[in-house]
C-alpha cells in the first residue's frame, strides 16, 4: 500500500528554474527521504528529514516538513538538464520502520 | 563508492520456471529491503530483514514468492512458479536501519515472464 503521495505526478519547467515537488503521507512517522531514478536505473538518496525536523538543505535541494499537515515539500533551485528524472518520497513508519515509497514525480528539465 | 550488487540484471523465462534473484548488500549494513516495481503499482515492499532476521513479509504472495538472507552478505527472492504478472524490476537496497541515513538500492533485475 502506498504511503506517500507525490504531487504533482509530472513536472516541466525551463532549465535554471526551481522545481517544487510535494508529498503527502497518512500515518505517523520516524523520518521522511527523498530519492531520485533515473530512466532505466536504481533510486539515490538524495535527503533525509526527521520527524522533529522542519527544514533541511543539501546543496540546491531543500526539503521541508510539515508534521501537522503530514506534507512534505522538495525543492530544486537553479534546475538543470541532469536533474531530469523521477523522484519520490518515502516515509519511514512509527513503530515498524517500514519504509513506504509514493509513486513519484516525473521532473523533466526543459534546454 | 560501496555498492549494492543485484544479479541478474535481466532474465527473461517462462512461466512456470522458478526464478532466483540475489543481492549483495554493502558490507557492515544490516538492514536489507526488497522492492518490485511497476507501472501501474509503483514501488512495492515485499519484504525487509533486520541482521539477517525476517522482519515483514506481509507484501509478498505467500504461496510463491520466498525472500531469504543465509548470510550477511547474500538475500535472495525466489519465484516458484513464475507467472507473466510477476515482470517487473526488483530492487534491493541496503542501509544502517537507524532511521539517520537512507538506504542504497542496486541497480535492479528485470524479470520478463513469457
Known amino acids: 500500500s502506498q504511503q506517500g503521495e507525490e504531487d504533482p505526478q509530472a513536472l516541466s519547467i525551463q532549465e535554471g528554474e526551481n522545481a517544487t515537488m510535494n508529498c503527502s503521507y497518512k500515518t505517523s512517522i520516524n523520518n521522511l527521504q527523498w530519492y531520485r531514478q533515473n530512466s532505466g536505473r536504481g533510486l539515490v538518496h538524495l535527503i533525509l528529514i526527521r520527524s522533529n525536523e522542519r527544514e533541511k538543505h543539501s546543496g540546491r535541494l531543500r526539503v521541508t516538513l510539515d508534521t501537522s499537515k503530514k506534507s512534505s515539500s522538495l525543492l530544486i533551485t537553479a534546475s538543470r538538464a541532469a536533474d531530469t528524472a523521477s523522484y519520490f518520497c518515502a516515509t519511514e513508519k512509527h513503530r515498524d520502520d517500514k519504509i513506504i515509497f509514493g509513486k513519484g514525480t516525473r521532473l523533466h528539465i526543459l534546454p | 563508492d560501496a555498492r549494492v550488487t543485484q544479479t541478474p540484471r535481466h532474465k527473461v523465462t517462462e512461466m512456470g520456471q522458478e526464478v532466483t534473484m540475489r543481492c549483495q548488500p554493502i558490507?557492515?549494513?544490516?538492514?536489507v529491503f526488497w522492492y518490485r516495481q511497476t507501472m501501474m503499482q509503483g514501488l512495492e515492499l515485499l519484504a525487509y530483514f533486520r541482521n539477517r532476521a525476517p522482519l515483514d513479509d506481509s507484501g509478498m504472495p505467500k504461496d510463491r514468492f520466498s525472500a531469504e538472507m543465509p548470510d550477511a552478505t547474500l538475500a535472495t527472492l525466489k519465484i516458484q512458479p513464475s507467472e507473466p504478472r510477476d515482470s517487473a524490476v526488483y530492487f534491493c537496497?541496503?542501509?544502517f536501519g537507524t532511521g539517520s541515513y537512507g538506504y542504497t538500492f542496486g541497480s535492479g533485475t528485470r524479470l520478463t515472464v513469457v
Open positions: 558490507l557492515g549494513h544490516n538492514t
Open positions: 537496497a541496503s542501509g
